[in-house]
T-cell receptor, first 115, second 111 residues
């Protein structure tokens, strides 16, 4: 079974530039998540999709971050404009359902460096 | 708001030593608890999870964890670690479908 795919794996940009990350979840998984993991911390949820609808985006900085999941499969996360504090690993995860016991499967992440 | 606390940031052990990593959470209701592991250069993967039943949960690679509701704890254990267990370990609580992670514990096992 193929895992969660993410691209790019690494990205270096200057502050105030824009950047986009792509995620392809495990086939058949209805729920997709984007997490931000700052160095030395655990992952923090940014946004959760159920099919192509947003379930939770309470921790997404909406003035600069946006995400979409067209057709309920792939998803993109965009940052515009980027700030120095956005330097982090951005993780995508997916799960079959959205229940509390559902296992979330994580992709390799995109490491973003903002200079 | 729910929070998860992992007591140790970095643990260093010799091979064959026993391991216990602490995890405490703040929520008093029904919880689903997870331990994830991230080996060097690899992605986060599930080690074990608890959602009901026997509070002693067994996972992959000889790991186990015990859910103690009265202590709000879900500590991870392994009787004898190997060099290949060197990794970062994350405890997480699922609240309404949202995983809330601790800050992680880096485990270094010396051969």
């Amino acid at each position: 079974e193929a895992g969660v795919a993410q691209s790019p794996r690494y990205k270096i940009i200057e502050k105030r530039q824009s950047v986009a990350f792509w995620c392809n979840p495990i086939s058949g998984h209805a729920t997709l998540y984007w997490y931000q993991q700052i160095l030395g911390q655990g992952p923090k949820l940014l946004i959760q999709f159920q099919n192509n609808g947003v379930v939770d985006d309470s921790q997404l900085p909406k003035d600069r971050f946006s995400a979409e999941r067209l057709k309920g499969v792939d998803s993109t996360l965009k940052i515009q404009p980027a700030k120095l504090e956005d330097s982090a690993v951005y993780l995508c995860a997916s799960s079959f359902g959205a229940g509390g016991a559902d296992t979330q499967y994580f992709g390799p992440g995109t490491r973003l460096t903002v200079l | 708001a729910q929070s998860v606390s992992q007591h140790n940031h970095h643990v260093i052990l010799s091979e064959a030593a026993s391991l216990e990593l602490g995890c405490n959470y703040s929520y008093g209701g029904t919880v689903n608890l997870f331990w994830y592991v991230q080996y060097p250069g690899q992605h986060l993967q599930l080690l074990l999870k608890y959602f009901s039943g026997d509070p002693l949960v067994k996972g992959i690679k000889g790991f186990e964890a015990e859910f103690i509701k009265s202590k709000f704890s879900f500590n991870l254990r392994k009787p004898s670690v190997q060099w290949s267990d060197t990794a970062e370990y994350f405890c997480a609580v699922n609240q309404g479908g949202k995983l809330i992670f601790g800050q992680g514990t880096e485990l270094s096992v010396k051969p």
